[in-house]
């Protein structure tokens, strides 16, 4: 195999592959081969650019640590994480949608019971959080893990936070026997995405914001249904159309509720699907604390 150009490389990369015993693999790399390929020979890419490229992936994979993932990023502000998640979760109507999972969340989060603040100190506007956990004929289901965490005021996690030696904007609960929770919490505001690294980079090349609308993140677990892993958006937030990571789903976006006192109220209901074509929990082991 000698003499390779650019009309017969692809196949002889491909032909490379011919003995990949996990079939899934062989047809995973062998269709990257084919579309990295595409995508060179259709921006025609230089050398300089070429290298451009290997030298930000590089940093990308540099910017990333326990705390810290920049690919991640990456691949949320390319809305490829987006892609994904509409590609594994298409559910049938009724059913809530779901959206990123982001970086923020943390496993083992503080159990709360119905009525507890789970802002735990983070400055905001109080609010309160009703909503209950269904099946798709409107069966309550009872005991479902709920997990929720959020900015605060500041458009900050509490992971975000290096002086804080408690968690504040998260918690997990459960809903009761009429599938039914409810709890308190502040006010989510709009935050940006962290920006320092090469992916703030590639957003002020592309004069792209790293804004997200503000939103309650939620992922709720329940024998024998479809993990959930949702936000619940904010209405009237000025980046609902131009979310940074391309997460919003009308369906998703509620109205925060001012009461006569000036805290917020929030009702939202979830619908779960049932499991039959469950994908693996959606964990990560890179969970210990991250900020990005
Ligand atoms: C988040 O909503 O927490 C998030 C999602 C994607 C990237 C950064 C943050
Ligand atoms: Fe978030």
Redesign the pocket.
């Known amino acids: 195999m000698r003499n390779l150009d650019q009309y017969n490389i692809t196949q002889a990369v491909i032909a490379r592959l011919a003995q990949t015993p996990d079939p899934r693999l062989k047809q995973v790399l062998t269709s990257l081969v084919q579309h990295l390929h595409a995508f060179a020979r259709e921006v025609k890419l230089t050398e300089a650019e070429w290298a451009y490229g290997i030298d930000f992936l590089t940093r990308v994979g540099h910017t990333c640590d326990d705390q810290r993932q920049e690919f ?2 990456l691949s ?1 502000t390319l809305g490829l ?1 987006m892609l994904t998640v509409a590609l594994n979760n298409d559910k049938p109507k009724g059913c809530t949608e779901a959206t ?5 969340h943390v496993e083992g989060a503080p159990q709360f019971e119905h009525g507890a603040d789970v802002a735990n100190g983070a400055p905001g506007q109080p609010c309160t959080v009703r909503g209950s956990v269904r099946a798709l004929d409107g069966t309550p289901v009872a005991g479902a893990v709920i997990d929720v965490w959020q ?1 605060d005021a500041e458009g900050k ?1 509490d992971v975000q936070r290096d002086d804080l030696v408690h968690a504040q904007g998260r918690g997990v609960l459960r809903s009761g026997a009429d599938g039914r929770f409810h709890f308190q919490s502040v006010v989510a505001e709009p935050y940006p ?2 920006d320092d690294g090469p992916v703030g980079e590639m957003l002020r090349a592309t004069k792209r914001h790293p804004w ?1 609308p503000a ?1 309650l ?1 939620f992922r709720i677990q329940a024998p024998g249904y479809q993990t959930l892993v949702t ?1 619940v958006f904010r209405d009237g937030d000025p980046y609902l159309d131009s979310d ?2 391309f ?1 919003v789903r009308e369906s998703l976006v509620a109205n925060w509720v001012q009461q006569p006192d000036g805290s917020y109220s929030l009702d939202f209901d979830f619908v779960l699907n049932p499991a039959s074509a469950q994908a693996p929990p959606l964990t990560r082991s890179t969970e210990a604390s991250p900020t ?1």
């Not at 990123?100 to 923020?104: D, H, L, N, Q």
Request: proline letters at 10%; aromatic letters at 14%; charged letters at 10%.
């Open positions: 991640i990023l949320d994480s990123v999972f982001g970086p923020f900015a996690y995405i962290p997200r939103h993140h936000h940074a990571v997460g990005a």
